[in-house]
């Protein structure tokens, strides 16, 4: 059985936005995993992450695995259907976490 030839040709830009306009529902975003060796580290990064949110007014969608102990955070601004400064300045805040 063959399999079909994948397409791995990287979309940017305006033709990723464009091709986003004809994909119903479907949005831009980035996502990163923290992972964290002892529970005092999620709960100390979870407040980081709660005082980003009210700093910033930016509400990332976020997955807490507790098999992993890791914590997921995804961020888009939904509006604009993209990634946009409000979410690379979230990302950078969240990143300073210690």
């Known amino acids: 059985m063959a399999f079909p030839v994948e397409d791995k040709t ?12 004809a994909l119903d529902g ?6 990163k995993r923290f992972r964290f060796e002892k529970w005092s580290d999620i709960t100390r990064f979870m407040q980081h ?5 009210v700093a910033t007014n930016h509400h990332p969608d ?10 997921i955070v995804t961020v ?9 400064k409000a979410d690379l300045e979230f990302a950078k805040r969240l990143n300073e976490f210690q």
């Not at 990287?10 to 306009?21: F, I």
């Open 10 to 21: 990287p979309v940017a830009g305006g033709e990723l936005q464009e091709a986003l306009g």
């Open 26 to 31: 479907w949005v831009i975003s980035i996502t």
């Open 49 to 53: 992450l709660a005082e980003t949110i």
């Open 62 to 71: 976020v997955i807490v695995d507790t098999g992993s102990k890791s914590i």
């Open 76 to 84: 888009t601004t939904h509006s604009e259907r993209t990634v946009t």
